[in-house]
């Protein structure tokens, strides 16, 4: 144990080992014992990088999803700001939180969806609406969140919202949402 206890303290402060006596360690190969010596360093060195990897990764599979449905509530909170700024922000995140329909339907469930209609239909700038349309557009891929989307008034809130001769990726969001609703036979004509 002491030896085991010595070879670590020489791996963490690459000095060597004051009380630790050298053997002469002979073996088949030839190879002396500096080599065997950085080949035990080596073989402890992945040891110690797989163990450490291995930790990680079981910490973030514990604490991460926690701390993504959090984020998704302050992602909810930050379109309740009146600042357009803090609205882009949320909506966009919405937008790369909504990638299967189990995280579309938390974001349709906490009020997400609601929040981006209603910040769609009061938004001033070009950059809210496209921000707006983007989440919404990617809440769009789950057909249960469309239904929710319906019921919450999009359609008309999207064909509201004007077109713009700058941007052209607000029209093209709006047309995708509308053909998303047109695809699930909704009425797009109120």
């Given at each position: 144990m002491r030896a085991l206890a010595a070879h670590f303290n020489t791996l963490l402060f690459k000095r060597r080992?004051?009380?630790v006596q050298s053997r002469n360690v002979s073996s088949?190969?030839?190879?002396?014992?500096?080599?065997?010596e950085q080949e035990a360093e080596r073989k402890i060195g992945w040891l110690?990088?797989?163990f450490f990897a291995g930790t990680a990764t079981f910490v973030a599979y514990q604490f991460f999803p926690y701390m993504g449905d959090?984020?998704?509530h302050q992602s909810v909170s930050l379109l309740h700001v009146k600042d357009p700024?803090?609205?882009?922000?949320?909506?966009?995140?919405?937008?790369r939180f909504a990638i299967d329909d189990q995280r579309r339907m938390k974001i349709v469930e906490i009020g997400g969806a609601q929040e981006l209609l209603n910040m769609l239909g009061s938004a001033r700038d070009e950059r809210t609406q496209?921000?707006?349309l983007k989440a919404l557009s990617a809440l769009?891929?789950?057909?249960?969140?469309?239904?929710?989307l319906h019921n919450g008034g999009a359609i008309s809130v999207i064909k509201s919202t004007p077109d713009t001769f700058e941007d052209a990726?607000?029209?093209?969001y709006k047309s995708n949402l509308l053909k998303r609703f047109q695809d699930l036979r909704y009425d797009i004509s109120s």
């Amino acid at each position: 144990m002491r030896a085991l206890a010595a070879h670590f303290n020489t791996l963490l402060f690459k000095r060597r080992p004051w009380n630790v006596q050298s053997r002469n360690v002979s073996s088949f190969n030839g190879k002396d014992e500096a080599s065997l010596e950085q080949e035990a360093e080596r073989k402890i060195g992945w040891l110690l990088k797989l163990f450490f990897a291995g930790t990680a990764t079981f910490v973030a599979y514990q604490f991460f999803p926690y701390m993504g449905d959090n984020l998704m509530h302050q992602s909810v909170s930050l379109l309740h700001v009146k600042d357009p700024l803090f609205k882009r922000m949320g909506a966009s995140r919405l937008a790369r939180f909504a990638i299967d329909d189990q995280r579309r339907m938390k974001i349709v469930e906490i009020g997400g969806a609601q929040e981006l209609l209603n910040m769609l239909g009061s938004a001033r700038d070009e950059r809210t609406q496209k921000e707006a349309l983007k989440a919404l557009s990617a809440l769009s891929k789950s057909d249960e969140a469309v239904k929710a989307l319906h019921n919450g008034g999009a359609i008309s809130v999207i064909k509201s919202t004007p077109d713009t001769f700058e941007d052209a990726e607000i029209g093209a969001y709006k047309s995708n949402l509308l053909k998303r609703f047109q695809d699930l036979r909704y009425d797009i004509s109120s």
